[in-house]
Structures are given as C-alpha cells and as structure tokens.
C-alpha cells in the first residue's frame, strides 16, 4: 500500500503543477482518476513532508504547493 500512495503523492504533485500550483480536491479525484481514500493518503503524506498546504474553501478543499 506504501508503494501505492507514493505513486499517487507523484500523481498529484504532477497535477498541481500543470494547474499552477493550486488545485481543489475535486479537481484531483477527476484528473488523478483515483479512489477519494488513496488520494486522502497521498495527501495526508504530502501534507505531513511539509510540500503542500491545504485549506477549506467554502465547502471544498484547496491544496496547493508549498513554496520552498
């Protein structure tokens, strides 16, 4: 499962790149194609590494990368 939520930490770094560095959950589930759980993980990972912030929006949550 490690491997898995790595391959999706990938994922969504890739795609909040293309998107500018900011994304909303929503749009991850539609452009990652994963399941709304393996993506929590993922972002969980990214989020404890310290390489996105992520905020509630209304009733959406925003992630963006961090910038180091």
Do not use: P
């Not at 909303?24 to 996105?52: K, N, P, Q």
């Amino acid at each position: 499962m490690i491997t898995e939520i790595g391959i999706q930490a990938g994922e969504i770094w890739r795609c909040l790149d293309e998107n500018r560095g900011n994304c909303s959950f929503e749009c991850l589930v539609s452009h990652t194609g994963t399941s709304r759980e393996l993506l929590l993980m993922a972002l969980g990972w990214l989020a404890r590494e310290g390489y996105i912030l992520v905020k509630q929006e209304g009733g959406d949550l925003i992630v963006k990368l961090r910038q180091i």
